[in-house]
């Protein structure tokens, strides 16, 4: 048998170490995807950075163990409780009757019924074990490992509890390792086990086992247990990482490749998320098994912990982790985003195009480059084209190959196995968004109309002159198109309306009700039988139901979720889901509700970019940031948001406790009454709001977006307060709390004391009528004085407001209405005497960005500065008022853009805001640039509002062009 088991053993280490290899390769294959990571330190109410313990409580707080106190996340703020003294924190577990309980460098600690209390073994010197040292018992008690090796047993008896030892002292002697316990698990089964020594101890049925050598383990400090789902038992030391199946008796070794204890000594936490995969740490980063194999998630993936003390996934699937010395992070978006970045070998964080080239890649067109990813999300090549511009448009031929276009009007076509060539017709053919269908390529050229050719590029390209006829003069680009899936009628969006295209009838303006046949189409997204459109002036979402019966009619969409956002783009899936990316996140429209994901929730920026909204063959969805792609891998699994609780942890009128469900009566005195909240979810927070209304006192509901609400001087009667949390983006609201009570009346409002009181106040109303007769005389004359005094304020009051109103309060410039009275004014003018008049909508690019980066107040600065600026640039005749936002309109008279030198001068402008730093109130002065669009007065039946829209249009295309240019309105 020797002669056998050798060669055995031998074979056995070498396929071990050719797994592990294997496993270390596939680890680094599986890796190339960005962790959303969001970390909580001091600034956030940490105390203390290194975090050695989780928990979360049922309804959705989490308790944080620090070095120095424990701490509690309600989804808001992070606090300390009250009564928690400043010591260290080893283990925290919640019980089956709900209370915590902490394991810390001075005993036992239990929070319950809203109180903490220490259980002490009556030894002052007595301290848990540093790791793994706290384990729940069915009973409500806990089992803890003593600093000095012994395993404790706390009982707990409704608001007591005491510690006493939990092996009995007859033990076998021959087994003196079981006193030297290093961590703790109770199994389903209700078994003990725990590290005892260099091996692993069981404690069940008053019998005790060991586990060693023989039965595969290997020798070491057993400091992580844990038992999964599925029944396995897993064990963790420094060096190895071991599991015992349920229902056999032997460990297998299935250590990771590279696995190391990084920056910890006690602490070698094991977990499992919601899909039953085990996590634990390592040296720098985290280890997750999954069918068998390891992959490691660390640094090219954003995650440079060296040695994580803690390990917990939450009830929405995500994962907190525990770090040594940077805080608590949140591992946001966990089972379902991923995300790539110049990290993981993008060439650019900012994303344009996606497109699914139908062979298992997904390509992604950035600012400087095109990456494919496979479907997997495993490998990221960064493909071969060399081009100028940034990526417009990816498209597949659907044989293998690919399109590219770039914002600079480059067009090239590689077949499958062939090199890149150029399909720009020698520049005739100026690239820019792109759409397959029906065989053919279109070309979104934008100002240049409409391209198409084969699909496969056999042949040439050709513009689509027949679609100038439909153009008015007000716009003539090509901004969007899309293909319905159940005809295969192509729409096309354009700056003079929304167009039909089919090969039996060619392009059409269709009968659309709801819907102005002029009216601008920025996005379009196309369905089996339904259209989503967004309109360039307002900006409005629309949809079209092309399955009723009659005339289509385009139906606005307001949702709540979409107030004050931007759409930039827009899709609908397989499943009939629409997509929209905005400029804080992404909104999920799913047949019956609406949400808004965002960074809290994985995705790797909330700046979408415009189009880039892609569904691969998976079904998975791909959203294009200013700061990298996201991929949401399965969409369906969106839905599982923790249900939104409102929890009252304070409800007091004065000195008396309010309890909801119960009335309370309460006696008059003139007091405050307080009311504190939390609602313990740790994503889309943005949009969460209350929702309240006192009955008795006002009828209307009111919002208020913080956790705490006050009333002073409530009267006397009864009343009935109620209170509703909302969370537009995650379409939820919680069940409401109501608190009804009582205000008793005061002693002097008795009808005894009523009744002497209006006797009186009698007698005293006819003795001070006598004597207002006497001074009404006297009164009169004064009050004639103080009347001519107060008209006169009141003169010099309103022509104060009057200048006000037409200047805007931040820089000075013309407000709003005053700059288009003044147009309206030039415009009129120029009608009635000829001349000529420009106007110029300016907008800073990327304005956004400077708020988030250093706060609207150098966002105000700027804004001042900018105005400033341009008014040392301009003539004595031109006038800039503020348009909105960062947007700004200059009125030019007398300037035409057919003059010579026009453009350039307006150019000069421009180039001068992007050479010019601002001052923005911090150390260094900050260089923006903006872009614009300019239109002059076509003709003397032209109107400010088509100019106006012109102007618009144009500034649009400069922003869709790649921003800080001018753009000139077209007209025909």
């Known amino acids: ?96 009757d709900g209370s915590l309980w902490a394991a810390s460098q001075a005993g036992v600690l239990r929070y319950h019924g809203g109180r903490i209390v220490t259980v002490s073994t009556g030894d002052p010197t007595w301290s848990a074990l540093a790791g793994q040292s706290l384990a729940p018992l069915p009973d409500g008690g806990v089992l803890v490992v003593g600093g000095e090796g012994k395993l404790w047993r706390v009982v707990a008896t409704g608001d007591s509890a005491r510690m006493e030892p939990a ?13 030297e316990a290093r961590s703790i698990l109770v199994a389903k089964d209700g078994a003990w086990w725990f590290g005892c020594g260099s091996a692993l ?16 383990l290997p020798q070491g400090e057993w400091l992580g247990l844990l038992q999964a789902r599925d029944g396995a038992i897993w064990a963790r030391s420094d060096r190895h990482v071991v599991r015992r199946a349920a229902g056999t008796t032997q460990f297998t070794d299935v250590t990771p490749q590279g696995l190391g204890r990084g920056a910890n000594s006690r602490w070698l936490p094991m977990s499992e998320d919601s899909a039953g995969r085990v996590l634990t740490p390592g040296d720098a980063g985290v280890y997750r098994w999954q069918a068998g194999q390891w992959q490691h998630l660390g640094d090219r993936n954003g995650l440079t912990e060296d040695g994580l003390r ?173 293909r319905d899936r159940g005809s295969g009628v192509i729409w096309v969006g354009t700056g003079s309306g929304l167009l039909q295209y089919d090969p039996a009838r060619g392009f059409v303006r269709p009968q659309v009700d709801g819907l102005a046949p002029s009216s601008g189409v920025s996005y379009l997204a196309c369905g089996n039988g339904r259209v989503w459109l967004r309109t360039a002036v307002g900006r409005q979402l629309m949809r079209i139901d092309l399955n009723r019966p009659g005339v289509p009619r385009a139906e606005p969409v307001q949702p709540a979720v979409l107030k004050g956002l931007r ?71 969106l839905g599982g948001a923790q249900p939104l609780a409102l929890k009252l942890t304070e409800a007091k009128l004065g000195s008396v406790s309010l309890t909801p469900g119960r009335k309370t009566a309460i006696p008059w005195s003139t ?92 007698l005293l109303i006819y003795a001070g009528h006598r004597v207002r007769i006497r001074r009404l005389v006297q009164h009169r004359n004064e009050l004639e004085a103080l009347v001519r005094e107060r008209t006169r304020e009141l003169a010099e009051s309103h022509e104060r407001m009057r200048e006000l109103a037409f200047t805007d309060s931040l820089t000075g410039a013309m407000s709003r209405r005053a700059i288009f009275e003044l147009a309206a004014r030039e415009l009129a003018q120029r009608r009635r005497h000829g001349g000529a008049l420009t106007l110029v909508l300016l907008d800073l690019d990327h304005f956004k960005r400077v708020n988030d980066t250093y706060g609207h107040p150098a966002g105000d600065a700027l804004l001042c500065g900018l105005v400033r600026h341009l008014r040392m640039q301009i003539r004595d005749g031109d006038c ?55 239109a002059s007065l076509a003709s003397a039946e032209e109107t400010l509002e088509s100019l106006i829209a012109r102007i618009d249009a144009a500034l649009y295309r400069a922003k869709a062009a790649g921003r800080n240019r001018v753009e000139v309105g077209v007209v025909e």
């Open 167 to 179: 092996l009995p002292a007859t033990l076998d002697p021959s087994k003196p390792d079981a006193r």
């Open 310 to 482: 803690a390990m917990l996934p939450d009830h929405n699937g995500d994962v907190w982790l525990g770090t040594t010395g940077h805080g608590l992070a949140h591992w946001r978006g966990y089972e379902n985003w991923s995300s790539w970045t110049t990290r993981q070998g993008m060439p650019s964080d900012v994303v344009w195009s996606i497109a699914d080239d139908g062979a298992g890649r997904v390509w992604i067109g950035t600012q400087r480059g095109v990456v494919s990813i496979d479907a997997a999300g495993q490998t990221l090549v960064r493909e071969a084209p060399t081009v100028t511009g940034q990526i417009a448009g990816i498209v597949s031929d659907g044989s293998g190959g690919m399109w590219l276009s770039t914002f600079g009007g480059e067009l090239l076509h590689r077949r499958r196995g062939q090199p890149w060539r150029s399909m720009t017709d020698g520049g005739r053919i100026r690239g820019g968004r792109m759409l397959a269908a029906g065989g053919e390529l279109w070309v979104l050229g934008g100002g240049r109309g409409l391209f198409s050719m084969p699909l496969d590029g056999s042949g040439p390209g050709r513009r689509r002159d027949e679609l100038d006829r439909l153009f008015n003069a007000s716009d003539r680009s090509v901004n969007t198109a899309c």
């Open 567 to 637: 759409l930039l783009s827009l899709l609908e899936d397989h499943r009939g889901w629409l997509w929209a990316g905005t400029d804080v996140g992404v909104v999920r429209w799913n047949g019956k509700d609406w949400r808004r994901f965002d960074e809290s929730n994985g995705l790797a920026w909330n700046d979408c970019d415009q189009s880039a909204l892609a569904e691969d063959a998976r079904g998975a969805i791909w959203v294009g940031t200013s700061r990298g792609v996201t991929r949401i891998s399965d969409p369906e699994r």
């Open 880 to 934: 800039i008022g503020r348009y909105g936002g960062e947007e700004f309109l200059l009125v030019l008279p007398g300037l035409s853009l057919d003059e010579p030198g026009a453009v350039e001068r307006i150019d000069a402008w421009r180039r001068s805001v992007a050479g010019q730093p601002f001052d923005i109130g911090g150390a260094t002065p900050l260089t923006v640039t903006c872009s614009m669009g300019a």
């Open 671 to 762: 007091q405050l009454l307080e009311l504190r909240w939390e609602i313990p979810i740790f994503t889309n927070r943005l949009s969460q709001h209350v929702r309240y209304r006192l009955h008795g006192s006002e009828n209307g509901w009111s919002e208020i977006a913080g956790g705490e609400l006050r009333y002073a001087g409530l009267g006397t009667g009864d009343y009935s307060l109620e209170l509703v949390a909302v969370n537009d983006d995650l379409g939820q609201r919680s069940e409401p709390v109501t608190l009804n009570f009582e205000i008793m009346p005061p002693w002097w409002r008795r009808p005894p004391v009523v009744a002497v009181a209006l006797v009186l106040a009698a």
């Open 1 to 96: 048998m020797m002669g056998v088991h050798k060669p055995t053993a031998k074979i056995n280490r070498f396929a071990s170490y050719c797994c592990a290899l294997l496993l270390g390769l596939l680890s680094a294959l599986a890796s190339a995807q960005q962790l959303s990571l969001r970390y909580y330190t001091n600034t956030d109410g940490l105390g203390n950075l290194a975090v050695n313990a989780l928990a979360q409580e049922p309804g959705g707080a989490l308790w944080i163990g620090t070095e120095n106190g424990l701490y509690r996340h309600d989804g808001e703020t992070i606090r300390s409780p009250e009564g928690v003294a400043k010591q260290e924190i080893y283990s925290t577990v919640f019980g089956s």
């Open 201 to 216: 101890c069981r404690w069940h049925q008053n019998r005790l086992e060991r586990w060693g050598a023989a039965d595969g």
